[in-house]
């Protein structure tokens, strides 16, 4: 079965540090890859997804498929970064899966 | 934001009691999603639409059902409603399954005591 598996549920780094979020899945097939957020008081919306190889808002995230990951990284955390972060796998004919989520709390 | 409403936003409701929760989109997209998002278990797909009177059962349906009698429109019934489907419930569109970017509804926030 498809799943997705985001080790950390809470992140913490300082204002201005690097920042990796994790996300680990399983999937035999060709997988497409998803990072949503979910800012405070806002809906969960798409950040960006491998195929389209975008960086939006300074994150950026790479489909290694040897290791079957699909970290989602920025080099200078900003504050407003802060977030609840979900990678998400599309395979097959299923919907999307949704990791548990990870918690970014960027510290000025 | 993409047109999508969900109500009520806010329930509180007594174990075994009947809970409907709407969502209405203005988008014509042909997919419509349920998710409950808890603590620990991050999203899950309660229900999915691809189209009108089309459902199909996500990871955790027990205790749920759906209803699409109009593309804007997907209901979500909790038949009896227990106290660990206090949850905060949202609703996703999408345009196709291939395409997959979903847009998201606010949420409802469900209390069952």
């Known amino acids: 079965a498809q799943r997705v598996t985001q080790p950390e549920k809470l992140l913490s780094v300082f204002k201005g540090a690097p920042v990796e979020l994790k996300c680990n899945y399983s999937y035999s097939g060709s997988p497409e890859l998803f990072w949503y957020v979910q800012y405070s008081r806002q809906r969960l919306q798409l950040l960006l997804r491998h195929i389209s190889r975008e960086s939006i808002k300074g994150f950026t995230a790479d489909l290694n498929k040897g290791e079957t990951s699909f970290h989602l990284k920025k080099p200078f955390a900003q504050e407003e970064d802060s977030a609840m972060y979900y990678c998400a796998l599309l395979s097959g004919n299923t919907p999307l899966v949704f990791g548990k989520g990870t918690r970014l709390s960027v510290i000025a | 934001d993409a047109g999508i409403t969900q109500s009520p936003r806010h329930k509180v409701t007594e174990t075994g009691t009947p809970v409907t929760l709407r969502c209405h989109q203005t988008e014509n997209h042909r997919y419509m999603y349920w998710y409950r998002q808890d603590p620990g278990h991050g999203l899950r797909l309660i229900h999915y639409?691809?189209?009108?009177?089309?459902?199909d059962k996500g990871e955790v349906s027990d205790g749920y059902s759906v209803s699409r009698s109009k593309t804007e429109d997907f209901l979500l019934t909790l038949e009896s409603a227990t106290s660990s489907q206090t949850s905060v419930y949202f609703c996703a569109i999408s345009e196709s399954r291939i395409e997959e970017t979903q847009y998201f509804g606010p949420g409802t926030r469900l209390l069952v005591l």
């Open positions: 639409s691809y189209g009108v009177k089309d459902t």
